[in-house]
Nanobody
Framework: QLVESGGGLVQAGGSLRLSCAAS????????KAWFRQAPSKEREFVAS???????YYTDSVKGRFTISRDNAKNTLYLQMNSLEPEDTAVYYC???????????????WGQGTQVTVSS
């Protein structure tokens, strides 16, 4: 089970840090990722990280977001800086056996946390 936290309302230019804690089984050897879904839009890839720290980002968040993980704590993070109204969405964490940028590659999902950026 994956449980996200850290979402909320922030002004444009602000920062938030999302966390995703795993429970029930160790996912330390799994690749992990963040996806987001805005109203009336499809779920989209944000960032991913391999078990040993290789990272990928979608172009729109490069230089602003940082994905990281603490395998000892079985926790995934997403540091989001310089937030823009276009970042408003429900953010989901996911875990799977392969590092990928498509949702179908991930087997475990959190329930999502809302991020709202006001202009």
């Amino acid at each position: 089970q994956l449980v996200e936290s850290g979402g909320g309302l922030v002004q444009a230019g602000g920062s938030l840090r999302l966390s995703c804690a795993a429970s029930g089984r160790s996912l330390s050897s799994y690749a992990k990722a963040w996806f987001r879904q805005a109203p009336s839009k499809e779920r989209e890839f944000v960032a991913s990280i391999s078990w040993n720290g290789v990272t990928y980002y979608t172009d729109s968040v490069k230089g602003r977001f940082t994905i990281s993980r603490d395998n000892a704590k079985n926790t995934l993070y997403l540091q989001m800086n310089s937030l823009e109204p276009e970042d408003t969405a429900v953010y989901y964490c996911a875990a799977g056996p392969y590092l990928a940028q498509v949702a179908s590659s991930y087997d475990f999902w959190g329930q999502g946390t809302q991020v709202t950026v006001s202009s």
